[in-house]
Antibody
């Protein structure tokens, strides 16, 4: 079965760091365009970051300079390193694969909750 | 940055038709995708490239896109269609970004 499973969320104080993981099965992370999308409580979806199969990375302005997307091909896992966390980063973080034909998200994980609070 | 605007809510009786709009500057020139999200669940793609349906999505879901407005139409609405719906496009005007609409809550009366 093709699936993405996120982990690493939790409660973190403002200014702290956290690393999210997204383990893939039945699916090769390095061969695909992979992204992180978040959703604050009661709010809409917000794209966070993408890593292309060639390794190029892009970020939303709201996280640029604070978050880093990466992958470990040997572990078939996608990561999101989050530094200098703020209260407004509180959200469920989903990893998702992106099709390169029409640029839509075709496979989603179930998400992991990050809460930034003192 | 590119902005997509949706109505916050749409209410519809069972068996009727729900239409959800997604407004954006010259959105007709872009490929629009639609997601359904039920409480506590990840989004699910229901329409891609303006009007195509992924396998497993009922024909009741259809889409169109022209000018400054894209529309998701749900025909013969069922109770199970009650959910939040989001449009999404790819924008490259200032680096590649993936823009979501503001979201619409569909309530089945």
């Amino acid at each position: 079965e093709v699936q993405l499973v996120e982990s690493g969320g939790g409660l973190i104080q403002p200014g702290g760091s956290l690393r999210l993981s997204c383990a893939a099965s039945g699916f090769t992370v390095s061969s695909n365009y992979m992204s992180w999308v978040r959703q604050a409580p009661g709010k809409g979806l917000e794209w966070v970051s993408v890593i292309y199969s060639g390794g190029s990375t892009y970020y939303a302005d709201s996280v640029k300079g604070r978050f880093t997307i990466s992958r470990d091909n040997s572990k078939n896992t996608l990561y999101l390193q989050m530094n200098s966390l703020r209260a407004e980063d509180t959200a469920v973080y989903y990893c998702a694969s992106l099709t390169v034909t029409y640029w839509y998200f075709d496979l989603w994980g179930r998400g992991t909750l990050v809460t930034v609070s003192s | 940055s590119y902005v997509l605007t949706q109505p916050p809510s749409v209410s519809v009786a069972p068996g009727q038709t729900a239409r959800i709009t997604c407004g954006g500057n010259n959105i007709g020139s872009k490929s629009v995708h639609w997601y359904q999200q039920k409480p506590g669940q990840a989004p699910v793609l229901v329409v891609y490239d303006d009007s195509d349906r992924p396998s497993g999505i009922p024909e009741r879901f259809s889409g169109s896109n022209s000018g400054n407005t894209a529309t998701l139409t749900i025909s013969r609405v069922e109770a199970g269609d009650e959910a939040d719906y989001y449009c999404q496009v790819w924008d490259s005007s200032s680096g590649p970004t993936y823009v979501f609409g503001t979201g619409t809550k569909v309530t089945v009366l």
